[in-house]
């Protein structure tokens, strides 16, 4: 079985430890002076290194031939190896996700009474402690206030938040980092070196960005880029494996929302998207970019460090950008922008959302024929529509009922999804209540659907979808149903986003 490049290459040392170095002297001080805590708190994101230090420093101090002036472990001697094969009888590792209960704790009460077996401490290390139950939290607690002599506690969280106050307050905090982009640049260019492989610098930088400061996440993109066999791995390869992710189209878009030009932002979305790009991934990308934009606004050492991992002709296109816009605009960009993620969330045109945040960032109206010139087709007129339904316009509705309408009202709303998907969205959650002659009353439980749907034009499009349904004519009134403001609710700041009506 082929070993994951993360563990393959596991710091050994505290040395080979990045972006913690504010932890890693601090550990060290204390293995050399002696002076250990009997219980640490690492708190940190995900792949970071808090189990890796937590393992170091149980090296450290059952080391034999421990290095008095720089307090590394040895590596050679039979502790530092048992640890290092995972066959130390003294150091007891547990995931608190899979082993939460009172009794996983109570097992480890039983065990730490009686003295290490071959080394001088033991050290039980409790990953995602945070997952522990309040009553294993409580049978911890007594423990930590009094452990034996020969026992240290590292706990490990992704969520200290969670922890309760009194088992914070019983051990020696450390916070890790965010490994910064010139780390990880560093690191994941020498383990590809120790494969024997050359990974182009925009390969790399794309790993960086997609790993959001995890080591372990970037060395695990590395690992996939690796298994395709290459020694000299370029953007075009690194394509099948990773996440489709070109940052000039991120900064074409981000240069055409800066200069205003609307209908270029939406091709540069659309051919995104039909070339079968992630749009989740290119939303962060631009995300990214304007968050580096802001940092360069403010200036200062922010401004310098956000662009290090961009190439230099990316870095040099973004600064030329923040010269052309003003803080304050920036600021609207980011907050019009962030708005279009809860959106994509809900709807199945996930461009859309992102198509309409980049008519609002640049200052145009919301108008559908922007959005026709590049993928979608507008409402068409009513006289349209009305070609394409049954001629016969009687007003027999003996036989129809209500519930009659509500069963067949998912075609209503497909019927209208080519001519307006977000008018179709709006019927979706609409419900016909009534059926009074050839009237049909639908309650809608949000007033900004409401609103919506009072257009004469846009009751004429419903009456002539549902004619093409039922075979003749019905009159559309719309009417309040336990209606919610909706002002907070997640589907009310969908449409929000649509720019305050339906595109008609």
């Known amino acids: 079985m082929t070993t994951a490049i993360y563990r393959k290459y596991r710091p050994q040392t505290f040395a080979e430890v990045i972006g913690q170095q504010h932890i890693t002297r601090t550990l060290l001080n204390e293995v050399i002076s002696g002076q250990l805590a009997h219980a640490y708190l690492f708190c940190g994101m995900r792949g970071i290194g808090k189990t890796t230090v937590a393992r170091l420093l149980a090296k450290a101090v059952n080391c034999e031939q421990l290095d008095k002036k720089s307090g590394e472990p040895c590596n050679t001697c039979s502790s530092c190896q048992a640890i290092i094969n995972g066959r130390s009888l003294d150091l007891l590792e547990i995931d608190a996700a899979s082993n939460r209960r009172i009794d996983d704790i109570r097992e480890i009460k039983e065990h730490i009474p009686y003295g ?75 383990l590809a070196a120790a494969e024997g492989v050359k990974v182009a610098p925009a390969v790399i930088s794309q790993i960086v960005e997609l790993a959001g400061g995890s080591s372990r996440d970037a060395e695990s993109y590395l690992g996939k880029i690796l298994s395709l066999g290459e020694k000299i791995i370029n ?155 049954p001629t016969d316009n009687t007003s027999l509705t003996n036989n129809l009922t209500v519930q009659d309408i509500a069963e067949r009202w998912g075609e209503v709303v497909a019927g209208l ?68 403001n909706g002002s907070d609710d997640l589907l009310s700041n969908v449409l929000g986003t649509f720019g305050g009506r339906v595109i008609s």
């Open 417 to 484: 999804r080519d001519y307006n998907h977000s008018l179709s969205f709006i019927l979706s959650v609409a419900k016909p209540l009534k059926l009074e002659g050839e009237t049909l009353i639908v309650g809608f439980t949000y007033q900004l659907h409401l609103e919506r749907v009072k257009d004469p034009k846009i009751v004429e499009v419903i009456e002539q979808g549902l004619q093409k349904v039922f075979g003749f004519k019905l009159r559309l009134k719309s009417q309040p149903h336990e209606l919610q």
């Open 116 to 190: 290490p077996s071959l080394a001088k401490y033991k050290v039980v290390i409790i990953d995602e402690v945070h997952m522990l139950t309040p009553e294993a939290f409580n049978a911890l607690l007594k423990t930590l206030e009094e452990p034996p002599a020969h026992t240290i506690f590292i706990l490990c969280t992704t969520e200290v938040h969670k922890l309760p106050e009194t088992i914070i307050s019983r051990c020696q905090r450390f916070d890790f980092k965010r490994i910064n982009s010139v780390d990880l640049r560093e690191r994941l260019t020498s």
């Open 235 to 389: 953007e075009e390869q690194a394509a099948l494996v990773l996440p489709r992710a070109d940052l000039s189209i991120a900064l074409d878009l981000l240069e055409y929302l800066i200069t205003r030009q609307p209908a270029q932002a939406l091709e540069v979305i659309n051919i995104f998207t039909e070339q079968g790009g992630d749009l989740s991934y290119f939303y962060k990308q631009v995300l990214g970019l304007m968050r580096k934009l802001l940092l360069v606004k403010l200036g200062g050492q922010l401004a310098s460090e956000s662009v290090q991992d961009l190439v230099p002709e990316h870095k040099d296109r973004l600064l030329s950008l923040a010269d052309s816009l003003t803080q304050s605009r920036l600021q609207n960009m980011l907050q019009q922008w962030l708005e279009a993620e809860a959106a994509w969330r809900t709807g199945d045109l996930w461009q859309l959302p992102l198509e309409l945040a980049a008519l609002q960032i640049t200052g145009e109206p919301i108008n559908p024929d922007l959005i026709t010139q590049t993928k979608a087709k507008a409402v068409p007129p009513a006289k349209e529509i009305s070609a394409k339904l």
